[in-house]
């Protein structure tokens, strides 16, 4: 027999523990349209709507196009995007995260969601852009960032989750349900959700995460490894390598951007760090992918 958590039933504490927040939202002309790239180990989630052009994604053998009027959401998973040389898109970009690090809205390919069936979706992203359009400055980058009052805050994501919730239920009708929470130590969960949503320019270390939780370092490092089968530092880590990898898949940022985000004082040493982890400097990692950083 199914339990709540199983079916997606919650108590409304549980639900407490998502972390929710749009990353940026705009609604123009793509800025590298006519070109592809390769999304490895997205930091956040995407949804693209394609006024003109098409929008290709591709996980392994499995392809699909959104025409105009059309939803698209790639997966976390590595694919292959193709922007047509007229695409103008609105795009949603954000954080939908439970405290264990799983994605709430994680399809294992790409999904397209039609234009009959989605017309609540385009009409809530429409307001939702329109409101932080008016509200913040650039709103198509680095939301997160932003300054608000409580007011401007509530009003953004009561606009936010409207969308985030139509989205969730389109997905579901699609065959993909949203996920739920791990079992774990609410205390190891704490720790999972600061690790998640620390700045990833801010520096941390064990006996700070360790007093969050009210356990001691050696306590927490044992719990987060039966919880996750990884240390909070290797799990951090990899949040990381994700950043790094999608700001520059995207080539809107440059490589000394990339680094400063990522809490690096020089590009010497952010490139000194990625060549590291992934066996070639960042500027060559660019070139194999085909873009600019």
């Given at each position: 027999?199914?339990?709540?958590?199983?079916?997606?039933?919650?108590?409304?504490?549980?639900?407490?523990?998502?972390?929710?927040?749009?990353?940026?939202?705009?609604?123009?002309?793509?800025?590298?349209?006519?070109?592809?790239?390769?999304?490895?180990?997205?930091?956040?989630?995407?949804?693209?709507?394609?006024?003109?052009?098409?929008?290709?994604?591709?996980?392994?053998?499995?392809?699909?196009?959104?025409?105009?009027?059309?939803?698209?959401?790639?997966?976390?998973?590595?694919?292959?995007?193709?922007?047509?040389?007229?695409?103008?898109?609105?795009?949603?970009?954000?954080?939908?995260?439970?405290?264990?690090?799983?994605?709430?809205?994680?399809?294992?390919?790409?999904?397209?969601?039609?234009?009959?069936?989605?017309?609540?979706?385009?009409?809530?992203?429409?307001?939702?852009?329109?409101?932080?359009?008016?509200?913040?400055?650039?709103?198509?980058?680095?939301?997160?960032?932003?300054?608000?009052?409580?007011?401007?805050?509530?009003?953004?994501?009561?606009?936010f989750f409207a969308w985030l919730g139509e989205l969730v239920g389109q997905l579901s009708a699609a065959g993909y349900p949203p996920t739920t929470p791990a079992h774990a130590d609410e205390r190891v969960l704490r720790a999972a959700h600061l690790l998640n949503t620390l700045p990833l320019s801010e520096s941390w270390n064990l006996e700070w995460l360790a007093r969050q939780t009210g356990l001691s370092p050696a306590q927490l490092n044992r719990l987060f490894v039966a919880a996750f089968d990884t240390t909070p530092k290797a799990y951090h880590l990899e949040r990381r390598k994700r950043a790094a990898t999608h700001m520059l898949s995207e080539g809107r940022f440059s490589i000394k951007q990339v680094g400063l985000a990522l809490g690096f004082s020089s590009t010497c040493y952010f490139t000194a760090w990625f060549r590291t982890k992934f066996g070639v400097p960042p500027g060559k990692w660019c070139r194999e992918r085909g873009t600019n950083a």
């Amino acid at each position: 027999m199914a339990t709540a958590i199983d079916s997606g039933i919650l108590r409304l504490r549980d639900w407490s523990g998502l972390s929710c927040w749009p990353v940026y939202i705009y609604d123009r002309a793509f800025p590298v349209a006519g070109r592809s790239w390769t999304g490895i180990g997205q930091a956040h989630n995407a949804a693209w709507l394609a006024r003109t052009g098409t929008i290709s994604v591709t996980t392994g053998k499995h392809a699909v196009t959104a025409h105009p009027g059309e939803w698209i959401i790639p997966p976390r998973v590595s694919h292959r995007i193709q922007f047509d040389a007229d695409a103008d898109i609105l795009s949603v970009r954000f954080y939908a995260l439970w405290p264990d690090g799983r994605e709430l809205i994680n399809p294992p390919r790409g999904v397209v969601l039609g234009r009959e069936s989605s017309r609540t979706l385009t009409r809530l992203a429409k307001r939702l852009e329109r409101f932080a359009d008016r509200n913040f400055t650039r709103a198509d980058n680095g939301m997160e960032f932003k300054k608000a009052d409580a007011v401007q805050y509530l009003a953004l994501n009561s606009h936010f989750f409207a969308w985030l919730g139509e989205l969730v239920g389109q997905l579901s009708a699609a065959g993909y349900p949203p996920t739920t929470p791990a079992h774990a130590d609410e205390r190891v969960l704490r720790a999972a959700h600061l690790l998640n949503t620390l700045p990833l320019s801010e520096s941390w270390n064990l006996e700070w995460l360790a007093r969050q939780t009210g356990l001691s370092p050696a306590q927490l490092n044992r719990l987060f490894v039966a919880a996750f089968d990884t240390t909070p530092k290797a799990y951090h880590l990899e949040r990381r390598k994700r950043a790094a990898t999608h700001m520059l898949s995207e080539g809107r940022f440059s490589i000394k951007q990339v680094g400063l985000a990522l809490g690096f004082s020089s590009t010497c040493y952010f490139t000194a760090w990625f060549r590291t982890k992934f066996g070639v400097p960042p500027g060559k990692w660019c070139r194999e992918r085909g873009t600019n950083a």
